[in-house]
């Protein structure tokens, strides 16, 4: 069902999200069958590479964006004023993030709110052996999922959505809601990451623990996260902006996945700008 004039065309809210994330990404998928699948709004999250040819072909084009936004600045006064304006949160917004913030606490404690250990410090509590540390990340990864569930349905409308896309959406998410809780307990001094009972383990032990290959990538992705300084109502926001992804392969109700999805990411823009104002070009990062 559209919901307007969206890049020079009527469209709906998911293909109006999906385009937008396309082009802002610069994105590039790919067809697994042979570039001429079905989309219809049964079938358009199965190949986001037709997905994406097919708003081309109707005429969806970032240009027309382009030419609205070079209207606006026109009025550059104007345009200050509303950049300011733009960082004010409404009620309604407020207590969404608040929300949002508390289910992610409540599932995640701080770095501070936990009694760190090593895997050498403590002959009671040590974890010397690979089979040991794999048992033990195994168990913790188990005890993660669990918390992202119940970080889930916390956020607002996740509970409305049928239980097949809530498994969908948690079994898509919860490796990257996993990496980017574990990537703020990131310490750069020792090059160490905290996990969710204190059990801290530097580079080598997180390869041996179950992170393989992907190690050196999680690190490197825990040290562009450090100048952003991120609270936990953006780390929360962010999770559940992952989390409420309409994209979803196999989704039943993706433009309903949508709809939660997009007053968070308005959420996120205009706390990130608010909180930084005189960085007013850190949301896109």
Same mark, same amino acid.
């Given at each position: 069902?559209? @919901?307007g004039?969206?890049?020079?065309?009527s469209?709906?809210e998911?293909?109006?999200?999906?385009?937008?994330?396309?082009i802002?990404k610069?994105?590039?998928y790919?067809?697994?069958?042979e570039?001429?699948?079905?989309?219809?709004?049964?079938?358009?999250?199965?190949?986001?590479y037709?997905r994406?040819?097919?708003?081309?072909?109707?005429?969806? @084009?970032?240009?027309?964006?382009?030419?609205?936004?070079?209207?606006?600045?026109k009025?550059?006064?104007?345009k200050?004023?509303?950049?300011?304006? @733009?960082?004010v949160?409404s009620?309604d917004t407020?207590?969404?993030?608040?929300?949002?913030?508390?289910?992610?606490?409540?599932?995640?404690?701080?770095?501070?709110?936990?009694?760190?250990?090593?895997?050498?410090?403590?002959?009671?509590?040590?974890? @010397?052996?690979d089979?040991d540390?794999?048992?033990?990340?195994?168990?913790l990864?188990?005890?993660?999922i669990?918390?992202?569930?119940?970080?889930?349905?916390?956020?607002?409308?996740?509970t409305?959505?049928?239980?097949?896309?809530?498994?969908? %959406?948690?079994k898509?998410?919860c490796?990257?809601?996993l990496?980017?809780?574990?990537?703020?307990?990131?310490?750069?001094?020792?090059?160490?990451?905290?996990?969710?009972?204190?059990?801290?383990?530097?580079?080598t032990?997180?390869?041996?623990?179950?992170?393989?290959?992907?190690?050196?990538?999680?690190?490197?992705?825990?040290?562009q996260?450090?100048?952003?300084?991120?609270?936990?109502a953006?780390?929360?926001?962010?999770?559940?902006?992952c989390?409420?992804c309409?994209?979803?392969?196999? %989704?039943?109700?993706a433009?309903?996945?949508?709809?939660?999805?997009?007053?968070?990411?308005?959420?996120?823009?205009?706390?990130?700008?608010?909180?930084?104002?005189h960085k007013?070009?850190?949301?896109?990062?």
């Amino acid at each position: 069902k559209s @919901s307007g004039y969206h890049y020079g065309v009527s469209a709906c809210e998911g293909c109006k999200g999906f385009f937008r994330r396309s082009i802002q990404k610069n994105m590039v998928y790919t067809c697994h069958r042979e570039k001429n699948c079905i989309i219809n709004k049964v079938t358009r999250n199965r190949c986001q590479y037709c997905r994406l040819q097919k708003c081309l072909e109707v005429g969806m @084009s970032k240009e027309c964006e382009s030419v609205r936004n070079d209207r606006n600045k026109k009025k550059k006064d104007e345009k200050k004023q509303e950049c300011t304006e @733009s960082y004010v949160l409404s009620p309604d917004t407020e207590q969404m993030i608040d929300r949002v913030r508390k289910a992610h606490k409540e599932t995640f404690p701080s770095l501070c709110q936990l009694g760190k250990y090593t895997t050498s410090n403590s002959s009671e509590r040590r974890v @010397s052996l690979d089979v040991d540390l794999w048992d033990k990340f195994s168990e913790l990864s188990t005890k993660c999922i669990i918390k992202t569930v119940e970080f889930a349905k916390q956020l607002p409308g996740f509970t409305t959505l049928t239980i097949a896309d809530q498994i969908t %959406l948690l079994k898509a998410a919860c490796l990257d809601i996993l990496i980017l809780r574990i990537c703020t307990r990131y310490t750069p001094e020792q090059d160490t990451m905290t996990f969710s009972d204190g059990l801290t383990l530097n580079r080598t032990q997180m390869h041996n623990a179950g992170f393989g290959p992907l190690t050196d990538l999680v690190f490197a992705f825990a040290n562009q996260l450090l100048p952003l300084e991120m609270d936990d109502a953006e780390t929360g926001l962010l999770s559940a902006i992952c989390l409420l992804c309409g994209d979803r392969q196999d %989704l039943e109700e993706a433009e309903k996945v949508d709809v939660l999805q997009e007053p968070l990411l308005e959420a996120l823009k205009i706390y990130v700008r608010k909180r930084r104002p005189h960085k007013p070009h850190m949301f896109p990062k």
